[in-house]
């Protein structure tokens, strides 16, 4: 969520043109209703700089943010469709593949889909733990119990706590 709000502020604070400054407004409201917990008004906010057709950067982190806003109120369907958008306008975000993946996880995609989106995630940021984690629990979903635990045992090691608890359940290391 930090780094969210961080890409969103960087977003909002971007560009220094006409077009842009309108663009920037809406980007500082969309970050304002965020952190507000205001999804539905960030929703239309990141919807409005669509309509501007700003540059590249600008489009991902408007289809990024706008996917995150839906993801946090519900509309995974939405979600997706914008988290979609945002790897074809730039494909080396983790952190968009992870919401995607975690994403289809809601949708109940097959764990095969879940765990190729978090595969991408962890190549673009090696030390993704929550990643790791959560592919750790698509893995066992799959079947995939040895490859499982080496995720959730990943996992733990990069610091994520919650993993310890799944490595006892699934894995039976204390």
Request: charged content about 30%; glycine content about 6%; proline content about 2%.
């Amino acid at each position: 969520m930090k780094y969210i709000l961080i890409i969103l502020v960087v977003f909002a604070l971007g560009t220094g043109n006409t077009k842009s400054q309108t663009v920037r407004d809406f980007a500082r409201m969309a970050t304002a209703k965020m952190e507000l917990g205001d999804y539905r008004g960030a929703i239309d906010d990141f919807s409005s700089i669509i309509r501007l057709q700003p540059d590249y950067e600008m489009l991902y982190q408007a289809h990024f943010g706008r996917g995150y806003a839906k993801f946090q109120s519900g509309d995974y369907d939405g979600a997706k469709t914008d988290f979609d958008r945002a790897i074809r306008i730039y494909p080396n975000d983790a952190e968009v593949f992870f919401w995607r993946a975690y994403t289809k996880y809601r949708l109940r995609f097959s764990a095969a889909s879940e765990i190729a989106d978090y595969n991408r995630a962890i190549l673009l940021r090696p030390d993704y733990a929550e990643a790791f984690f959560n592919r750790g629990q698509a893995r066992i979903k799959n079947r995939q119990h040895r490859a499982g635990c080496n995720d959730l045992r990943r996992a733990l090691e990069l610091g994520y706590q919650e993993a310890e608890t799944h490595v006892r359940i699934h894995c039976g290391d204390p």
